[in-house]
Each structure stands twice: as C-alpha cells, then as structure tokens.
C-alpha cells in the first residue's frame, strides 16, 4: 500500500529498520559476535530508531489525540516503544546476552509491521489533508545513512 505522501519519511524510516532487523537475525544465524551486534544496536539507536520514535510521540501522537483514533493503537505503540528501549538499555549494560538481541530484532520487525499494516493506515484514514500537511510539516526526515553501511558486517 503506497503511504501518504506526508508519512512517507517515517515508512523510510521503517524500510531501514526492518533492514537492520533482518541484518541481527543474519548475524544471529552466524553466531556473530554478540558485542558487535549490541555495538550495532546502539549506533542503530542514536542514528536511526531514536529520533523516529521521537517523532511518532511528538508529532503523530499528538496530532492523533485530538480526533477520535483508537487511543488503544496508541498504546500499543508506546508500549512498544518502551520495551524496545528497555532492550537497548538492557544491552547497554548487558552487550553480550544474545537473547536481548534476539529479542530487539524480534519486536523491531514486529513493531514495524504493525505500524505499517495497521496504525498507519488507520491514521491515514482519520486524519484530514490538512492535519497530514501539519505532521508532514513537524517530521524531520531522516537523511542519515543506511544501516546496511554499517563498517562491520557481521551478518555476512
């Protein structure tokens, strides 16, 4: 389904995380290096995923709340969000328990899906023009490289 041109930038987002969960799955398969793949879970995190998610509860949230969306996706949203955090925390402390990562890759790919199979279409839906124009507006659009350019390839 193609995404409104306004959300556009946090589908891109998403194409990118999906990538790197699918590079830690890789890696996973490969018995890669568990610190390797923590340090790449971090760099993912402070260049890619944390201002994501701070868009999302900073402009789409908000701009969701004063209609009538279904306060439950919200939720489901930033639960989420916080447990995918808590993982990383987790690593930060942790960076060789390969069963965090496995979790972290597991609910990425999971979280991505359902944003773009359900939460966003239902935004779509129940936002107006003119409301997708303001979160358009709001959305910094991630330029950054993608994770695939990661120096070590620890899923090949």
């Not at 390797?36 to 509860?57: G, P, Q, S, Y």
């Not at 989420?80 to 990383?88: A, F, M, P, V």
Request: some cysteine; charged content about 30%.
């Amino acid at each position: 389904m193609k995404r409104h041109e306004q959300l556009q930038s946090l589908s891109r987002q998403h194409h990118n995380g999906l990538l790197a969960a699918l590079l830690l799955k890789k890696g996973i398969e490969k018995t890669a290096d568990a610190n390797v793949m923590t340090a790449f879970i971090i760099d993912f995190w402070r260049n890619h995923l944390k201002e994501h998610f701070e868009n999302e509860e900073q402009v789409l949230i908000p701009a969701l709340n004063i209609t009538s969306f279904d306060k439950n996706l919200n939720h489901q949203l930033l639960t989420e969000h916080t447990q995918l955090r808590s993982y990383i925390d987790a690593l930060k402390n942790n960076a060789d328990d390969i069963s965090t990562i496995e979790s972290f890759a597991a609910l990425l790919e999971k979280h991505i899906r359902f944003e773009e199979r359900t939460y966003f279409p239902e935004a779509e839906k129940i936002l107006s023009e003119e409301q997708l124009k303001k979160v358009g507006e709001q959305l910094k659009d991630e330029e950054g490289e993608n994770c695939i350019n990661y120096p070590v390839k620890f899923w090949e």
